[in-house]
């Protein structure tokens, strides 16, 4: 028997959060990441009046490396999620699925990416030494049967 599924795909972010400053690893001194993660909560406070119900959420994460030694992006997960908990979302499992892009800096020159980032989001990115870092967040796609 044949399914047939329909995907609903958005292209815009239900949210685009600039967060000012470098993100931080959760390995960081307790104190400065709470300071660290309410300045998360600030950023998202301009872009959304209350948290979303949706349980389908992608969380997309870039900012540029400071130097060749940056923080590995597994340790800057957890903090940006737990940021944005009570104000985008209700709690941090809805979100499904969550991409961290380190773009490289300065010093490593060239260099290349897969997926898609506008120009001008690249260009505001890129700024030496990094001032921000961004934070999308998507609702996700919908897989409908038409059964």
């Keep these: 028997m044949y399914l047939g599924l329909v995907?609903?795909?958005?292209?815009?972010p239900l949210f685009r959060i600039w967060v000012p400053g470098y993100p931080k690893s959760s390995q960081?001194?307790?104190?400065?990441?709470?300071?660290?993660?309410?300045?998360?909560?600030?950023?998202?406070?301009?872009v959304a009046t209350k948290p979303t119900k949706?349980?389908?959420l992608d969380v997309e994460i870039f900012f540029q490396a400071e130097s060749l030694l940056r923080p590995d992006v597994d340790n800057i997960i957890?903090?940006?999620l737990d940021a944005l908990t009570g104000?985008?979302?209700?709690?941090?499992?809805?979100a499904r699925s969550v991409k961290i892009i380190a773009l490289p800096s300065l010093e490593e020159g060239a260099y290349g990416m897969s997926g898609q980032v506008k120009i001008d989001v690249l260009?505001?990115?890129?700024k030496h030494p990094p001032k921000e870092f961004?934070?999308?967040?998507?609702?996700?796609?919908?897989?409908?049967?038409?059964?």
């Design 123 to 126: 260009n505001r990115l890129m």
């Design 28 to 46: 960081a001194d307790r104190r400065n990441l709470e300071r660290y993660k309410e300045g998360i909560r600030i950023a998202a406070r301009k």
């Design 87 to 94: 104000v985008l979302y209700e709690d941090d499992s809805q």
């Design 7 to 12: 995907m609903d795909i958005k292209g815009e």
């Design 54 to 56: 949706s349980r389908r």
């Design 134 to 147: 961004l934070i999308n967040i998507y609702e996700g796609s919908v897989i409908h049967s038409d059964l």
């Design 78 to 80: 957890k903090p940006i």
